[in-house]
């Protein structure tokens, strides 16, 4: 059983629009991150949120925790094709640390 | 700073042969390391938890007489995947937890991708 499920799993859009990323799960996390992966190498850490609500900008990209901590959102503005790579989701669940995968979001923007 | 490494980076073996595979951080201590294990595709599942000096504590479904950890210091921890089968082939990927930081930091490795003839 997946934990935590992401939407859409592929998304393939044109240079300069908007995306928005979803991570569901009905289990409570005591935090989320979000991360980007390129093929063949190791994720990178895009952001961490902790509280209910949060919402965090990094340049173009806006990530939100929902209120419950059950779920969260990433919104790209503007997407170039720099912002090409997978999109993952972890969360870490109420009273540990150890982070657990989302099902992914592959991301191909087209110049 | 922060970074960490895994070695090899790619490794082709026969099928019943074991390959170790090193995690290491290079510039902190890393109280905890974590294990990955990615199919193409797909996203990473959690393996295994090691914590230095301790015993791993490894994830349901997977097999700890298979998948071998040993954390025997601060900087580094080993996988050795004993007994390789072909559907064992997958990105590994480790990541560590820094000494003295809030315990959601997390480090990812390279990944080393394995593959089983």
């Known amino acids: 059983t997946q934990l935590l499920e992401q939407s859409p799993q592929f998304l393939s859009i044109q240079e300069g629009e908007n995306l928005t990323v979803y991570c569901n799960s009905s289990s409570v996390f005591s935090s989320l991150q979000w991360y980007r992966q390129e093929p063949g190498e190791g994720p990178v850490l895009l952001v961490t949120?902790?509280?209910?609500?949060e919402v965090k900008k990094l340049k173009r990209l806006t990530f939100q925790f929902g209120d419950a901590r059950k779920d969260s959102s990433l919104h790209i503005t503007a997407a170039q094709p720099g912002d090409t790579g997978l999109y993952l989701c972890?969360?870490?669940?109420?009273?540990?640390?150890?982070?657990?995968f989302g099902t992914g979001t592959r991301l191909k923007v087209l110049a | 700073g922060a970074v960490v490494s895994q070695h090899p980076s790619w490794v082709i073996c026969k099928s019943g042969t074991s390959v170790k595979i090193e995690c290491r951080s290079l510039d902190f201590q890393a109280t905890t390391m974590f294990w990955y294990r990615q199919f193409p595709k797909q996203s990473l599942m959690l393996m295994a938890t090691s914590n230095e000096g301790s015993k791993a504590t490894y994830e349901q479904g997977v097999e700890k007489d298979k998948f071998l950890i040993n954390h025997a210091s601060l900087t580094l921890s080993t996988l050795t995947v004993t007994s390789a089968h072909p559907e064992d082939s997958s990105f590994y990927i480790c990541s560590a937890r820094p000494r003295g930081r809030r315990p959601d930091t997390q480090y990812f490795g390279p990944g080393t991708r394995l593959t089983v003839l």
């Open positions: 949120v902790v509280t209910g609500g």
């Open positions: 972890a969360g870490a669940l109420s009273g540990t640390y150890k982070y657990i």
